[in-house]
């Protein structure tokens, strides 16, 4: 995927491990992500809402509405 692509993981077994190259250090200054169930992207996710385990942190980012890329070569893009 390229910089600043949005991505997601969605596991349908237990116990499950995800691994994933980066080609940088962490800068925490470009953590950004929208949230998993946004209705604006309509994802058909194929797992029950109430089923899905995820981060406080994660589950506080906005819709794609109100995302702003933390990527210079992406500024302004929504």
């Given at each position: ?60 980012l906005p ?16």
């Amino acid at each position: 995927m390229p910089r600043g692509f949005a991505h997601g993981f969605c596991t349908l077994e237990p116990d499950v491990e995800v691994a994933y190259k980066v080609d940088e250090i962490y800068a925490p200054q470009c953590d950004a992500g929208l949230v998993w169930n946004d209705p604006e992207l309509a994802i058909g996710w194929p797992i029950a809402a109430d089923a899905v385990v995820i981060s406080e942190k994660d589950a506080a980012l906005p819709g794609f509405a109100g995302f702003r890329s933390p990527f210079s070569q992406l500024a302004g893009a929504a």
